[in-house]
């Protein structure tokens, strides 16, 4: 009996975790796996790259988990600087093209796993493609945008957004000692953050030195006589620049996809079901920053591009093809990062995703330390939840504060997934010693205090 053959469609993290599972429970003689990716390298840290360009990180390598010799190794015929151009959901094949050579082929298939990932936005501004104007999404990315680095000449560097990649690649060129400027249309940058919280961001990069520009629509790009990036241009003000970096966020890659009528979400990503089974198709798969998930606390469907998503859904589609069985339940929304001193986290709803969801709720906002406040170091740290107003329900919390604040919000996390009360919140038996934490950890304080936000209102 010949084996089936499985493509995939996509060497990173959801692609190549997969491929990977499948092959440890079917060998080559059951199961032959065609893997394509259209950069040079797999299985690597996006997530990384900001801190590879940072200098925290030395080498790019650092960043590579296996390389394609390391997943050729294993039986896996992985055809790099290959793009898939075209998807035959009928004839089951996908059509290639070698990007060096030009040369384009006919691929069947058995199974099919489609991990296409996203790709950054880059908005159609007036010099928007002018060089020294970077997105950072890929090694290649970072490569480039530290070649830039390198030969500007006053270092002086423009960010346009304020999201995650926004505020870590601000703190990666700040680093490398140029003045940086971050730019973001918000009133705070951080979206995923209440304006409350968002307010100590901005706050915590200006203190690093970082000048933080709220409120400011980029609308174009002003070149020098070279073509060379020279500024960012707003409305109302002009930002000299020699290296300019763009952190506007991702959108799912499904060109393919659509053009084979998939079935797509609002986002324009894949809809799959807890297998990762693409709706209505019994062959076809797809993880990773391409698919929507199920948010479990609103119960809606979102795009969330995450690494810690992508390496999940890649081993659960790789159980499944392999002849196992795995489910992807949902996400929570949880997210950390740091700039400079100050980490950041989030999980759940925010204020404005509780409204739009016509949901009634508390907030609750405390500040207390990260160890004991007599320990020395102590650092401070705020802590803010969100509760269902009737039930008291914790329908969100987000953190900001010094070394030890970010991860804490993993403890808001297991509480959404098990649809805890804030109540229920107060009786967990967290550790404690005085570097750690006080004796009541900051999230409980603050689930102590939204108990009683909960309360007041049932009064009123």
Partial sequence: ?????????????????????????????????????????????ACGIPYWVGGDVPEHDDLIARTPEEHRDRGIDLRMRTEVTELDVEGRRVRSRDLASGAEEWTAYDKLVIATGARPVRPALPGIDAPGVHGVHTIDDGRALLESLEAAGERRAVVVGGGYIGIEMAEAILARGFEVSLLTRGPEPMHSLDPDMGRRVTEAMERSGIRVVTNAEVTKVLTAGSGRVRAVATESAEYPADVVVLGLGVTPRTELARAAGLPLGVAGALRTDTSMRVRGHENIWAGGDCVEVLDLVSGRHRHIALGTHANKQGQIIGSNVGGGYGTFPGVVGTAVTK??????????????????????????????????????????????????????????????????????????????????????????????????????????????????????????
Avoid: H
């Fill in 339 to 460: 700039v400079c001193e100050t980490e950041i986290a989030r999980t759940g709803l925010l204020e404005r995703e509780a409204r739009e969801e016509g949901l009634q709720y508390v907030t609750a906002t405390i500040e207390s330390t990260n160890t004991a406040g007599y320990y020395p170091g102590a650092a401070l740290m705020t802590v803010k939840m969100l509760a269902e107003r009737r039930t008291g329900r914790l329908l969100g919390a987000q953190i900001v504060g010094g070394a030890g604040a970010a991860k804490r919000i993993d403890i808001a996390a297991v509480a959404l997934t098990a649809r805890m009360t804030v109540d229920q919140m107060t009786a967990l038996d967290l550790g404690y010693a005085p570097p750690f934490s006080s004796v009541w950890d900051p999230v409980l304080v603050a689930a102590r205090k939204a108990v009683s936000a909960v309360r007041a209102a049932g009064q009123d």
């Fill in 1 to 45: 009996m010949a084996a089936e053959r499985l493509v995939v469609i996509g060497g990173d993290a959801a692609g190549m975790s997969a491929a990977s599972q499948a092959r440890r429970l079917k060998g080559p003689e059951e199961l032959e796996i065609v893997a394509f990716e259209r950069s040079g390298f797999t299985s690597y840290s």
